[in-house]
């Protein structure tokens, strides 16, 4: 069998390490050769993989004293990889990062001063950035001639006006950084693409609402992102698995003064402890609470469905309307009902959503009469970023085979 040309895409989250590898055909499209994740890093870790059909094609544990560490467990996946796709050689990697501040508004190939740039960031998304920045390191060690690409999720909401980027707040703190980014971009930006490639009449103005652990609603005019839910930090915007979304500011400045909490005990609250899990006392996760009798359960999921259809009318004031509306991610792309109480709030819309349809998950979701289209698309972050990653080492070897000797290493128009 011929050698085939992978792509490696690298999801590195605080707790979890997600890849997948995506083989490259003569035409230059991309298919899903293999995908898995390891779980449960720094406690007892856990990997699983599974084939371009989701059979599961690999697994194992590690218990808490063999502790492997990241770059360990990097390696495992690597080696992996290897002996699972023989006849694959990995040609570049891509990374999912999370942060890309207000220069990285387009995919890039690393180089030792990016990663020193990214690594600056860090401080705008303590919680994720270091474990991007640092399964980017590890990686060039081990594979020092490895092309790497890093794609951010903040890039997508670069196009925002200087109003949906902007806090009411003295302006220097904006010029130091503190303004809003917006975060899921690359979902996004798969989604209305993907919206693009395969509508014969496609929306002009779209609501995504990407509804998983973590939750964020945008606003996409004529393929471009002109508003969104989270802000500064994941934190602002809709109640999520454990963070609550929006809360007043003064809430904060209350709970540090008249209930002694500091820095960690705050991030605690607002990090793990808040949103679904918090409301219901029982769990973040959706499925529990939809299938739970105790009206805590019921009261988080009318609360998160509220919040989500009040966020999708704000945004449709930053289009000036609204033509469709999209689910997407793990609570979007699978739970019925949280899609039906979501379109019931926004009935005075003239949101007229099909029930069998929606059981069914069909792609378009609404009768025909509805003033606005809603529909499910499954987003796919990873092809994203190996789409990202083969078209911007593609357009450097082309420049560098035929072009000026200047070295391009942001991808336009990407
Ligand atoms: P993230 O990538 O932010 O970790 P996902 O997009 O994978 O999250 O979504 C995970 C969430 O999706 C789970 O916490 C669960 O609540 C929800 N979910 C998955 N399947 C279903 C389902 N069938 N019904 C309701 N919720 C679901």
Redo the contacts with the bound molecule.
């Keep these: 069998m011929a050698t085939q040309r992978g792509y490696l895409v690298i999801n590195a989250g605080s707790s979890s390490l997600k890849f997948s590898v995506f083989h490259r055909d003569g035409r230059g499209r991309l298919r899903l050769a293999v995908t898995g994740q390891i779980s449960g890093i720094g406690g007892e870790p856990c990997f699983e993989a599974r084939d371009d059909q989701r059979r599961r094609c690999g697994e194992r544990r590690w218990n808490a004293a063999e502790n492997p560490d990241r770059a360990a467990l990097l390696a495992f996946v690597l080696d992996w990889v290897e002996k699972a796709l023989p006849d694959t050689r990995l040609v570049a990697a891509g990374h999912r990062v999370v942060h890309g501040g207000s220069r990285f508004t387009h995919p890039v190939v690393m180089t030792p001063a990016i990663l020193d740039e990214l690594e600056d960031l860090v401080p705008l998304a303590p919680l994720h950035q270091p474990h991007n920045v640092q399964a980017i390191r590890c990686l060039a060690e081990a594979h020092p001639s490895l092309p790497q690409v890093a794609c951010f999720d903040t890039a997508f909401h670069s196009t925002q006006s200087w109003q949906a980027q902007t806090y009411a707040l003295p302006q220097e703190l904006a010029e130091q950084g503190v303004r809003r980014y917006g975060f899921h971009g690359l979902s996004y930006e798969y989604v209305s693409r993907h919206l693009a490639d395969t509508m014969p009449k496609i929306p002009r103005r779209l609501v995504i609402a990407h509804l998983?652990?973590?939750a964020s609603l945008c606003a996409v005019h004529n393929g471009r992102s002109v508003d969104t839910t989270m802000g500064f930090s994941t934190l602002e915007g809709v109640p999520m698995?454990t963070r609550p979304g929006n809360v007043d500011a003064g809430l904060l400045l209350y709970l540090m003064r008249e209930k002694a909490m500091g820095l960690d005990d705050i991030e605690d609250l607002l990090y793990r402890k808040s949103g679904l899990l918090g409301v219901s006392g029982l769990s973040?996760?959706?499925?529990v609470l939809?299938e739970s009798e105790d009206h805590r359960a019921s009261d988080a999921v009318d609360l998160f469905c509220w919040r989500v259809a009040k966020e999708v009318a704000a945004l449709a004031t930053s289009m000036g309307g609204i033509d469709a509306l999209v689910f997407t991610?793990?609570?979007g792309e699978?739970?019925p009902p949280v899609r039906s109480r979501v379109c019931h709030h926004l009935g005075w819309l003239g949101v007229r959503m099909d029930p069998q349809a929606n059981d069914t998950k069909q792609r378009i979701i609404s009768v025909d009469g509805s003033a606005i289209d809603v529909l499910v698309i499954p987003t796919d972050e990873e092809r994203m970023i190996a789409t990202h990653t083969m078209a911007l080492l593609d357009s450097v070897a082309r420049e560098s085979a035929t072009g000026p000797s200047r070295k391009k290493v942001v991808a336009s128009g990407s």
């Excluded at 973040?284 to 499925?287: L, T, V, Y």
């Design positions: 998983g652990n973590g698995g973040n996760d959706m499925r939809l991610a793990g609570i699978n739970s």
